[in-house]
């Protein structure tokens, strides 16, 4: 189901300069060109650049808010009661898990990566359609396929390189061919791998703010997305609970 009340012009020349890093040399100019037709139908490079903060739920494990610009980021893990606050720009940030803050170098340490690995998982469940020609990315179009909805796609293939915590991996990303927004997605744990692990949807499309995002993925969702010019300093530098109820009003 997508939410599509919002549209975005595509009279204008596409904008969407590849990451530092991008393969463009080894990718095919027509995945790339789908590529920036996946940005534009999300609102456009400008608006997603513009974009401060995000802030969503991740399968209703734990909450992630993000500053996309400064690279401040929070992360709250109600069932380990741990909260972590990290800048992952340059790694550095506070921990706290139960009642135990954590100052010892090393243990701080393995936390804030810990924290930069969530990140960089759950973040890519809800942003990947924007970051298709991302630092390490090769992008080749597969050809032309249906979803599991039986909706007509376009199908390309991001595979990494010296990126990440898992570069081995390989996505096969379905894009509509009307809408150019991405609808179903496709992982490998290797890219050597014929068969996927797993496929789910990339459905319910809500504009928040000036770009689209999907919180549904099958069996699971994610919630309480929002975007955010400016929060409180305290969300990103406070190891107190903050009162979400509130500020997502």
């Known amino acids: 189901m997508f939410f599509l009340n919002c549209k975005f012009s595509n009279k204008e020349k596409i904008e969407n300069p590849p990451a530092k890093g991008f393969h463009q040399s080894a990718s095919d100019d027509k995945a790339i060109?789908?590529?920036?037709?996946?940005?534009?139908?999300?609102?456009?490079?400008q608006n997603w650049d513009k974009t401060n903060i995000l802030h969503w739920n991740f399968f209703g494990i734990r909450t992630l808010t993000w500053n996309k610009k400064t690279g401040e980021l929070r992360i709250e893990v109600p069932?380990?009661?741990?909260?972590?606050?990290?800048?992952?720009?340059?790694?550095t940030g506070q921990v706290k898990i139960g009642d135990k803050a954590y100052s010892d170098s090393d243990s701080l340490a393995f936390y804030l990566q810990k924290a930069k690995n969530i990140w960089i998982n759950d973040s890519y469940w809800l942003v990947m359609p924007f970051?298709?020609?991302?630092?390490?990315?090769?992008?080749?179009?597969?050809?032309?396929?249906?979803?599991?909805?039986?909706m007509p796609a376009d199908i390309l293939q991001l595979t990494f390189e010296n990126v990440g915590e898992t570069p081995q991996n390989k996505y096969h990303v379905f894009v509509n061919k009307k809408n150019h927004l991405v609808t179903q997605w496709s992982y490998f744990a290797n890219a050597s791998d014929e068969m996927p692990k797993f496929t789910t949807p990339w459905a319910n499309y809500i504009k928040y703010g000036n770009i689209l995002l999907s919180n549904d993925r099958g069996k699971r969702k994610l919630s309480d997305i929002a975007v955010f010019d400016k929060l409180p300093k305290a969300v990103f530098d406070s190891l107190e609970s903050v009162d979400w109820n509130n500020i997502l009003k």
């Open 79 to 91: 069932k380990a009661k741990a909260i972590y606050l990290l800048n992952i720009f340059d790694q």
């Open 131 to 150: 970051k298709l020609k991302d630092s390490g990315v090769t992008l080749k179009y597969i050809g032309e396929g249906m979803t599991e909805a039986q």
């Open 33 to 45: 060109a789908i590529a920036d037709e996946v940005m534009q139908a999300m609102g456009g490079r």
